[in-house]
């Protein structure tokens, strides 16, 4: 189930099966959470790029801009993934997305996110995710959220926030990865 895209010919076929969400804009004391537009790809690219992020959130790093462009055509199609915007420089400077639930709980959306590592450690994320649970019981009663056992980030913040630890995914492969590896998944009840 974590298994979103399947590369093939160069295109990015969805695996999942996924409802698209009526995702409205939202704003907080520093973000904006908008859909992504075709303009965002220099941004988008700048974090894939980075194999700090890309790495941690399950993905090889991206090479080129042309590597990234079926992914954010992806997410402008599906509109159920954020590209925040930081207020103060209106950049693209991560993403916050809602997505099928890893465990196929039909009630769930799994909140999967990253952040230029630039911003780390400064309360963006944090900030991005309450936007996102304050909003999400309109389109699901929980929320889900999965992290490597070496991502003690993102544990973090998900602990923060009330996420309760359920299990663990053992041998799970993301995108192109090579190897796999184990899962912690967690849910929060939202109503």
């Known amino acids: 189930m974590?298994?979103?895209?399947?590369?093939?010919?160069?295109?990015?076929?969805?695996l999942s099966r996924e409802a698209v969400i009526d995702m409205r804009t939202l704003d907080t004391?520093?973000?904006i959470l908008k859909d992504w537009e075709l303009s965002d790809l220099d941004d988008y690219y700048a974090i894939m790029s980075n194999p700090a992020v890309a790495v941690s959130e399950g993905s090889m790093p991206?090479?080129?801009?042309d590597a990234c462009l079926p992914i954010l055509q992806y997410f402008m199609q599906a509109k159920n993934n954020y590209a925040l915007v930081l207020?103060?420089?209106?950049?693209?400077?991560g993403s916050v997305g809602l997505n099928e639930d890893a465990?196929?709980?039909q009630d769930a959306r799994n909140v999967g996110f990253m952040l230029e590592e630039t911003y780390w450690n400064r309360g963006l994320m944090t900030e991005a995710l309450r936007a996102i649970i304050a909003n999400?019981?309109?389109?699901t009663s929980i929320l889900s959220?999965?992290?490597?056992?070496?991502?003690?980030?993102t544990k973090h913040i998900i602990e923060k926030l009330g996420f309760k630890y359920v299990k663990t995914f053992h041998d799970i492969k993301k995108y192109n990865d090579a190897m796999g590896h184990d899962l912690l998944?967690?849910?929060?009840?939202?109503?």
Do not use: M, P
Not at 2 to 14: A, N
Not at 87 to 93: A, L, Q, Y
Not at 136 to 139: F, G, Q
């Open 2 to 14: 974590w298994d979103w895209y399947d590369k093939h010919d160069s295109e990015y076929i969805i």
């Open 185 to 191: 998944y967690y849910t929060l009840r939202l109503r």
């Open 29 to 31: 004391e520093r973000l």
């Open 136 to 139: 999400a019981a309109e389109i």
């Open 62 to 65: 991206s090479q080129t801009k």
């Open 103 to 105: 465990d196929g709980n």
């Open 145 to 153: 959220c999965g992290h490597t056992v070496e991502n003690a980030k």
């Open 87 to 93: 207020k103060e420089t209106g950049h693209v400077i």
